[in-house]
């Protein structure tokens, strides 16, 4: 298994700033994922964070709002720019240990983000 | 996007088996069907996966249609502390998880 931590594990912020998460996992990984959860709604995917490459993102979200680090095989950050409401959903970090073997992705405990 | 269909809400009285159908008759034959749930505020957490056989673990029982376009996942003896949201997801090995709707469950004691 895999043991992920994200920070911070809340916050409130004022619309225009920008707040950066931050992943970490506890053994080196081949893919780490980032998700959105609106309030009520299911995970929407991001963006995949490569490891020494820009990160992949899905349709939908640009690098300029959610820019993407990951300097190493087991940390990411993703931050979220110029923030307004509508960014107030629960972020999510995940994993994939291994590259090329069915294992389950593994999910960190999330960063509640409320936008005022 | 996502390829299964769920449906939104369902109610199992404690201590019943509890199941969950999925449909996902657009699968391919190198896609693993996974199940994952989300109990209210935490992160997703993961039940079971499958590719063709039916599966058994601690948690839960996959069962996948001979043709592997539906899938039940059966909680065997639910309790209340199984209350959340499942989401059955279709993923290629390597690729990205993409979640649907997922159905809201319900133990009722």
């Known amino acids: 298994s895999a043991v992920i931590s994200q920070k911070p594990s809340r916050d409130i912020c004022q619309r225009g700033t920008s707040l950066t998460i931050q992943c970490q996992v506890d053994?080196?990984?081949?893919?780490m994922f980032w998700y959105r959860q609106q309030p009520g709604q299911s995970l929407t995917l991001i963006a995949t964070a490569n490891q020494g490459s820009e990160a992949t993102y899905e349709s939908g979200f640009v690098i300029d709002k959610f820019p993407i680090s990951r300097p190493n095989l087991t940390f990411s950050t993703l931050t979220v720019s110029n923030m307004s409401p509508e960014d107030s959903s629960i972020y999510l970090c995940?994993?994939?240990?291994?590259?090329?073997?069915?294992?389950?992705?593994?999910f960190g405990p999330g960063t509640r983000l409320t936008v005022t | 996007d996502a390829k299964t269909t769920q449906p939104p809400s369902m109610d199992c009285a404690e201590g019943r088996a509890a199941n969950l159908p999925c449909n996902h008759s657009?699968?391919?034959?190198?896609?693993?069907v996974y199940w994952y749930r989300q109990i209210h505020s935490q992160g997703p957490q993961y039940i079971i996966h499958?590719?063709?056989n039916n599966e058994t673990n601690e948690m839960a029982s996959l069962i996948i249609t001979e043709d592997r376009k539906s899938s039940t996942l059966i909680l065997p003896h639910a309790t209340l502390r199984d209350t959340a949201v499942y989401y059955c997801i279709v993923r290629l090995t390597g690729n990205q998880f993409y979640f649907g709707t997922g159905t809201s469950l319900t133990v009722i004691p």
């Open positions: 657009t699968i391919s034959g190198n896609e693993y």
């Open positions: 995940s994993v994939d240990k291994l590259a090329g073997v069915p294992y389950e992705q593994y």
């Open positions: 053994s080196q990984v081949t893919m």
């Open positions: 499958g590719l063709k």
